[in-house]
């Protein structure tokens, strides 16, 4: 028996993982859309189907026993790194919903698992994580109306100082010309 397994081993006919799919969408769409793009801080889901080669019957069945699979999700470097968890009530997948980062970039879904005796697990993504759009946000804040008031201050005082600036300056000459007309 020891020989069978380990020649079965050998020869990938037994403890062989294949990823079916991998699929990223965010939490709130109904229909499961992969994008190609998110907008910092949404909220992802990310979903592996995975397949274990069952030699007696010759095909690919789903397998849900691996508790220690993790999913990075890096730009050069992993920003998150957590555990990949089976989906209760649907064999052979694994799913999990994180925060995308405050920061923008392109960044990829990686699942890397290495075992001994079982085939590797590999599978990589890649997403682009954008700022808000410029109508994304509320234009303006309650916590800058220092800041809009001192513009606006600034803005009217250059006015007036430029209104009394050039009307001070005509009055001057017109007291010139009547000093000059009444000598």
Request: aromatic share 14%; with cysteine; glycine share 6%.
């Amino acid at each position: 028996q020891f020989v069978q397994d380990i020649t079965a081993w050998a020869f990938k006919e037994s403890l062989i993982l294949k990823v079916e799919s991998a699929t990223h969408y965010l939490a709130s769409d109904a229909t499961h859309t992969q994008k190609d793009q998110y907008t910092i801080n949404d909220q992802l889901v990310f979903d592996l189907e995975l397949s274990k080669y069952n030699p007696s019957s010759g095909k690919y069945e789903p397998y849900s026993a691996i508790e220690d699979m993790q999913l990075e999700f890096t730009m050069l470097d992993p920003h998150i790194r957590t555990d990949l968890k089976p989906a209760k009530g649907t064999p052979g997948k694994y799913s999990l919903q994180f925060r995308a980062p405050d920061r923008h970039g392109v960044y990829k879904f990686v699942v890397n698992h290495k075992r001994k005796g079982f085939s590797s697990v590999e599978a990589s993504l890649q997403v682009a994580i954008v700022p808000p759009r410029h109508d994304g946000y509320p234009r303006f804040l309650s916590s800058a109306w220092p800041y809009y008031v001192g513009s606006i201050s600034t803005s009217v005082g250059f006015i007036f100082f430029c209104i009394v600036y050039l009307g001070g300056e005509s009055q001057e000459r017109r007291l010139r010309n009547a000093k000059s007309k009444s000598e």
